[in-house]
Structures are given as C-alpha cells and as structure tokens.
C-alpha cells in the first residue's frame, strides 16, 4: 500500500476549478458562433448597448427542432433591459451587426426574440474533417487547464468482497476521472483503506474462529462476526500457512466471556472475543492473523477491481497515514489555530464554527484518535500533496460526512469548497419482477464479481451509469444479458461493429474508402438522415464538457444510446456502398466518425467497442 507523509510547509493550493473553458477548447462549432455573436455584441457597445456584455451572458444551445436551426440565444432577452429596447427590436440588431461567415447559412430572430443560426453544409462538412484528423483525441479539451484533482473512490472497507453497491461507485468513480482526464485535468485516482480499528479486529476474530474450526474446534460463531463463505476461505488460507500454531483448545476460548445475542449484548460479545483472542494469541500473533485476513482481503478486492476495469494510481493505507505523522500534523494545525478544547479528558474539534451540526471527538478519554481525526488529516494530507480538488465518490449514506470534513479542512485554513462529494444512491437488482435481497454482514448480497460473471463487465459498467448517481437505480439483469436492441449497451456496441462490417463489405467487393476523396465531397451528405448524425457527431465534445463540468457520466451514456440510434435509423435508411465513388466514400467519412465516436465515447466509459458481435 501506498504510505505518504504530508508535506510540511507545503504552499497553499488554491481551488478554481473553471466551470468554462475558453475560447478553442471545446467544440468549434459552438465557439466560433459565440464569437461571432460576441463580435455583433462589441459593435453594438455604446450605441444599441451601454457597455459590452459580460462573458457569461453570451450563451447558445443546441436547438430541438430542425426547423428552428442548429443553435439558439435568447441574449437579445437577456440585455433588452439595459439596451432600452423590445428583445425583438435588440435580437434584429444583433443579427444584422453579425459578421459574416462561411460557416453562418443565416440568422433569424424567433418568438419573443431567439436568434436561430442555420449553420452552413461547409460547417459540418469541416467538422467532420477535424473528427477524422483527430480520430481517438476527438472531443478532448483543455477545460481543466491541466489542475490537478485527486478522485477516491469505492474506498470500501476491506472485510468483505465487493458488492454491487461498490460496483456502482467504481463505475462512477472510473468514469468521471477517464471524463476530467479527457477534458484536461490531472487526474490521480485513489482507494482509501480503512485498514485501522474495531471492524478490522472483527474480520480477525471471524477468521480466527473459523481456522479453529478447520483444526477441530467447536465454537458459536457470534452475531457480530462477519458470516460470509469468503470468511472460511480466509481461514483455510490461514490454516496451510501457519499449521496449528494459532490453535487454542475451545474452553480457553469461551471461558468467561458474556452471553451473546440473543441473550445479551452483541457488541459486549464481539469486543470480549477480540479481547481473548488477543491474549491468547499474544500481539504478535494476533497481528499475524489480522494482516493476513487484510491482504486476503485486499488482494481480492484489487483483482475484482482490475477485472472490472478499475485501476488505482494509489492505495493509500489508513495505518500508513497515522505512522506518518499525518494525524498528529492535523491536530497540531488545528491546535494552532485555536480550534480544539479539552472536556472530561476528551480532545474536542470546535466543529459548529465551521457549518457542522456538532462540535467532534478528536482525541478520547483514553487516548485513541477517532476515525474523524483520521479522515480530516487523510484531507489535509491530499491538499498538502498539492490537489487542487479532492472528489471523494461516497455512498448514500455518508450524508453527514462532508459536513464535518470540510469543517475540518476550513478550520485547518484551507478552501471549503475544494471538496466535493458526489454521493452513490443504492442499487436495487432485480430478477424479472422480484427483487434480490441484500445485507453485507449476515451475508445475504451479490458480490460485484458474482454480477460481472453473469451479465458481463460491459454490461455492469453502463448499466452503472445508466442513471444519475444521486437517483437509485434499479439493475434489470435480464435486460443487462440480453442480445437486443432494447439493451442500451447491446445496441451501442452494435452500432460500432455494424460500421466494421460495412467496411468488410466493402472489401469483399474488391472496393477501398478513399478518405481525402470522401472529406472533400462531404458537403454532399445533405440527406435528412446525415444531417441527423452529422450534428449529433458534432455535440460529442459539447457532451463531454457537461458531464465534466457538471460530474455527471450519464450523460456521456446517454449520448452514446442517442447516437447509436441516428446511426441505426440511418444504416436502415440508405445504402453505403453505392456506384457513385464521391458519393460512397462521403458516406463512409460519416460512418467511419460515428463508429470513432461510439469508440472514444465507450472507452472512457469503460466499455468495450467490439468489431463484431
């Protein structure tokens, strides 16, 4: 595991994030309209309009309708205010100060006063020549301006496999960096192992009682141990390396310890065992069965993870940062600042200063550092590693945590809002009508491997994405296997292998795509159809700086389901390998581009983009 020491005396990060890109980062298209739009607005300035208008008041979309154009603005709206005028009177000024230009078909003023711009066939035609030139950098950017942002994500405790929920989270987590990577941002990507504490003395204990069993004991497994059939397998790892060195007889074992439940206590039963074991196995023992329980552990979580796609640039150990000094350097930092207090022998964070609900335990009675002192220094330790922005990818239920960490970050004088956590709600499986149930420690759950084997790890990575990440999702694992058209992800990867079998077609008729030939007679794609997927080939770099800017990798999925079906419309509608060269190889410039998008499209989902199917 990964160990780091905070670097002291490190020069502040600061954290501006754009939410913008300038001008020539993103899709030319769009740009270039902006700034023509921006060129009509500045002539205006001091005549029609008092001054020139803010950056941010110069805003086009996409339209819906064909009728009405390629792009929108309602600026004339916007500024008719301050011009003093009706927004249709302003929306006929701005068009007619419009410089001109090859890629402009015309303007119109619509409604209440939208400007509509009808872009040229030269316009699409150019585009399509960037997206064959550029080929697999299509749609990437400079947005990030190369800052630098840590994304950790599933970070699940290592006392189980992973389970489906995980799975989600690593579906986000691996997306969203692949997508802020593309669009210019420096990504590292980390997996937090809380590898310290009472869970992780839980595992040993479960483990230690199912290796005395492997050696002839008989004892009850308690409530609060961890009951899954990976806890036997653990064991028997356990049992070939260290033989019946760790054997205790069963009475030494229960002698004296308090009733279980239902009986009694659980949590009493659960910490009494621990105990025992730790003095009957002595400290070096009991580390001994810890640390194997953990890389066991550990070692299957990486291998789920690398077979689903998932590779971290760090694991970062929770026990690594408290040797560091890491914990030590947070509560002196805070110290300093004035920003702790002593109450009846407990270290306490003055939390409710800095937007918390209550103040925190930093320090307890007996000594111990708390899991929150831990994770404010885990955060100060990023910061201080120099990441301008931390993403922390959470499950639904950590609701609370952002709060008090980023108390914490703020009180330790760093920006608040460098912290963002996007928060995973639930997976629900379902298996036709009835739903799977789930539970971790009575060991009723789906594993993330147990999923992957069955629907496949395409399947389980779009279907993750399927939904936004703060909406539960419902997986239909019948829809996830099925070869159908109804299968989202089916349909995409179709798509893709469709266009290769169009150019196997094309061989087999002793033909070849001429791609100069085909680019230069472009303008000729002028069918309903190819205007269709020409503009939605042309929205791909658009798409990407939304789901960056707006963390949100469904969005880039639902693209992909959206171009996969003008491409499908299309491939039904015409022929490709028609008699007229110019005319074919145009027509397979078009489907050689939505087949390289589909591909850039899919791989930073993590999605294979297979030739056949």
Known sequence: MQRHAPARGAA?????????????????????????????????????????????????????????????????????????????ELAEAIVAALPASPLLERAEVAGAGFINFHLTAAAYARELASLHAQAGAYGESRLGRGERVLVEFVSANPTGPLHVGHGRQAAYGA???????????RIEREYYVNDAGRQMDILAASVWLRYLEHCGERLPFPENGYRGDYVRTVAEGLKASAGARLRRPAASVLDGLPPDAPAGDKEAYIDALIARARALLGADGFREVLEHSLAEMLADIRGDLAEFGVVFDHWTSERALADSGAIDHALSVLEARGHLHREEGAVWFRATAFGDEKD???????????????????????????FARLIDVLGADHHGYVARVRAGLIAMGQPGECLEAPLIQFVNLYRG???????????????????????????????YLMRSHDQPLDFDLELAKSRSNENPVYYIQYAHARVASVMKQLAARGLAFEREAGL??????????????????????????????????????????????????????????????????????????????????????????????
């Open 520 to 613: 230069i007679a472009a303008e000729r794609l002028a069918s309903p159809h190819e205007q269709a997927l020409l503009k939605s080939l042309t929205r791909y770099p658009e798409i990407l700086e939304q789901a960056a800017v707006n963390r949100a990798p469904h969005t880039l999925a639902h693209y992909l389901r959206d171009l996969a079906n003008e491409f499908h419309t299309y491939y039904n509608a015409e022929a490709f390998i028609v008699a007229e060269a110019p005319l074919r190889n145009a027509r397979l410039a078009l489907v050689l581009a939505a087949q390289q998008v589909l591909r850039n499209g899919l791989t930073l989902l993590g999605v294979s983009a297979p030739e056949s199917m």
């Open 433 to 463: 009508a009835d739903k799977v149930p789930m539970g971790k420690r009575e060991a009723q759950f789906v594993t993330l491997r147990q999923l992957r084997e069955e629907v496949g790890s395409d399947a389980c990575r779009f279907f």
């Open 175 to 185: 997306t969203l960096a692949n997508i802020l990577a593309a669009v210019g941002f």
């Open 360 to 386: 925190r335990v930093v320090v307890r009675e007996n000594g111990q550092r708390t899991y929150f002192a831990s994770d404010i220094a885990y955060h100060l330790a990023k910061r201080e590693r120099g």
């Open 12 to 88: 502040d990060v600061s954290c501006t994030l754009p939410r913008r890109p300038d001008f020539a980062d993103l899709s030319p298209l769009k740009l270039e309209l902006e700034q023509l739009l921006r060129d009509s607005l500045a002539k205006l300035a001091g005549t029609v309009l008092p001054a020139p208008p803010a950056a941010d008041a110069v805003v086009l979309e996409r339209t819906r309708e064909a009728q009405h154009g390629d792009f929108a603005t309602n600026v004339a709206l916007r500024l008719a205010k301050s011009a003093r005028r009706s927004p249709r």
